[in-house]
C-alpha cells in the first residue's frame, strides 16, 4: 500500500515538472528506477517501445504501464491519473487567467510572436519522423536513398487525402491495413 | 450532462488514434475540435500548443483540458482530460497482461510502418494550413525558422525559447502600434 503511495506521488512529480512532450518523462522514469528499483533500463526501453507503437500520448502509456507491472490494474489507473492531475490543475488556473486577460493588447502582441513560432517547433518535432519514414540513409547508393514504396504512398495518400477530405482516422486505418497487405 | 459525455468521446477517439505524441494529435483537432464540433478555433489551438509547451504536464493532456474547461469549466477539463487517457489506460493493460513480446510480432510492426506513412500525411497538411495562418510575414517566418533551428539543432530549453518568441511579439507589437 505504503508502495502504491509513493508510486502515485512520483508519477504526480513527474507530470508537475516534465515539461513537454511524453518523451520529457523519460529522464524521470529513468531517475525513478535507478532510486526504487521498480524496473531496470530493459524493462524502461521495452516501456519505450510498447508506448511508441501503441496509439495515445507516450507519457501516459509509460505511467500505465509501470503502475500495471508493479500493481495490476489498479495500480495502473492511479499512476496514470497521477500524471495527469499535475496538468488538470495548472491549466485550469491558466484557462482562468487566460480568459481574463485575452482582451489585452499586450497579450495578443504575445501570441502573435508565439503562433508561427510553435510552428516551428512542431516542425522540428515532426522532421525525423518524415526522415526515418520516408528515407534510408543506410543505403550504399544515392538513389536508394529514399524509400520508393514508402515515398510513392506518401505522395498518394497526401493527393487522396486532400482531394477527398478523409477523416484522419481512416488515413490511420487504411495505413495500417497497408503496411499489413504490403508487408511494409 | 449530454456536453459531457460529448467531450469524453469525442477525446477518446483522439488518444485512440493518435500514435507518436501529442503533435500527432493536431491534424484530429483540426479535423473535430475546430472544423467539426467547433469548440475552439485554430489561433486557439496554436496557443494552447504554445501554453502546453511551457507548462508542466503532458501536451495532449493539456490541450485536452484546455478545451474541455473552454466548453464546460472544471468538470469539463477532467473530463476531457479522462477521455484522452482511456484508451491509453485500456490498451496498455491489455498489452502488458497479454502480450510480452508485442513489439515483436511481424503484424504490428508493418501496420505501424504504414500507419507512420499516414502520420506523414496528415502532419503535412495540418503543418501546411498552421504555417498558412500564422506564418504570413517576414515576422513569421524568421520566428518560424528560428523555432526550427533552435529546437531541432541545439538543445535550448523550449520553454525559454518560447518565452523569447512572446518577448519578440511584444517588441514588434510597440513597434507597429506606434
Known amino acids: 500500500m505504503s508502495e502504491l503511495l509513493l508510486m502515485m506521488w512520483e508519477f504526480f512529480k513527474t507530470g508537475l515538472f516534465a515539461v513537454g512532450g511524453g518523451l520529457a518523462t523519460i529522464p524521470f522514469l529513468q531517475e525513478m528506477g535507478q532510486t526504487y528499483g521498480w524496473f531496470d533500463v530493459d524493462t524502461l526501453s521495452t516501456m519505450i517501445a510498447i508506448s511508441e507503437s501503441t496509439p495515445g500520448p507516450m507519457g501516459v502509456n509509460m505511467a500505465t504501464y509501470v503502475g500495471y507491472t508493479l500493481h495490476g490494474v489498479i495500480g495502473g489507473i492511479l499512476t496514470t491519473l497521477s500524471l495527469v492531475a499535475p496538468s488538470i490543475i495548472v491549466i485550469i488556473i491558466i484557462a482562468n487567467m487566460l480568459d481574463k486577460f485575452k482582451q489585452s493588447k499586450l497579450v495578443q502582441d504575445v501570441f502573435v510572436g508565439i503562433r508561427p513560432f510553435v510552428v516551428g517547433l512542431i516542425l522540428a518535432a515532426c522532421i525525423d519522423i518524415f526522415l526515418t ?6 543505403a550504399l547508393d544515392i538513389l536508394n536513398k529514399i524509400s520508393w514504396l514508402h515515398m510513392l504512398i506518401f505522395v ?11 477523416h484522419p482516422i481512416l488515413v490511420i486505418v487504411l495505413g495500417a491495413i497497408l503496411g499489413i497487405l504490403l508487408g511494409l | 450532462m449530454n456536453k459531457l459525455w460529448e467531450l469524453y468521446i469525442a477525446w477518446f477517439k483522439m488518444g485512440l488514434f493518435t500514435f507518436g505524441g501529442g503533435y500527432a494529435m493536431l491534424p484530429m483537432i483540426q479535423r473535430d475540435v475546430v472544423e467539426k464540433k467547433k ?5 486557439e489551438i496554436m496557443d494552447y ?21 473552454k466548453i464546460k469549466g472544471i468538470a469539463g477539463g477532467i473530463i476531457a482530460t479522462l477521455g484522452v487517457v482511456s484508451p491509453s489506460l485500456i490498451i496498455i493493460t491489455i498489452i502488458a497482461a497479454f502480450l510480452t513480446n ?6 504490428v510492426q508493418q501496420a505501424l510502418s504504414g500507419i507512420r506513412i499516414s502520420v ?14 500564422s506564418v504570413t510575414n ?3 517566418i524568421t520566428l518560424c525558422v528560428l523555432a526550427f533551428v533552435m529546437s531541432y539543432f541545439t538543445s535550448v530549453s523550449t520553454v525559454l525559447l518560447v518565452v ?9 507589437g510597440r513597434i507597429s502600434h506606434e
Open chain 2, 49 to 69: 500548443y504554445a501554453i502546453g509547451q511551457c507548462t508542466p504536464g503532458i501536451i495532449a493532456v493539456n490541450t485536452a483540458t484546455f478545451v474541455g474547461y
Open chain 1, 133 to 138: 519514414t520516408l528515407f534510408d540513409f543506410s
Open chain 2, 39 to 43: 469548440w475552439a478555433t485554430e489561433d
Open chain 2, 164 to 172: 523569447v518568441a512572446g518577448i519578440c511579439g511584444i517588441i514588434k
Open chain 2, 138 to 140: 517576414i515576422f513569421g
Open chain 2, 120 to 133: 506523414c500525411i496528415l502532419m503535412s497538411v495540418s503543418i501546411y494550413k498552421l504555417a498558412k495562418k
Open chain 2, 102 to 107: 508485442f513489439q515483436d510480432i511481424v503484424v
Open chain 1, 156 to 166: 498518394i495518400g497526401l493527393v487522396v487525402y486532400e482531394k477527398f477530405k478523409l
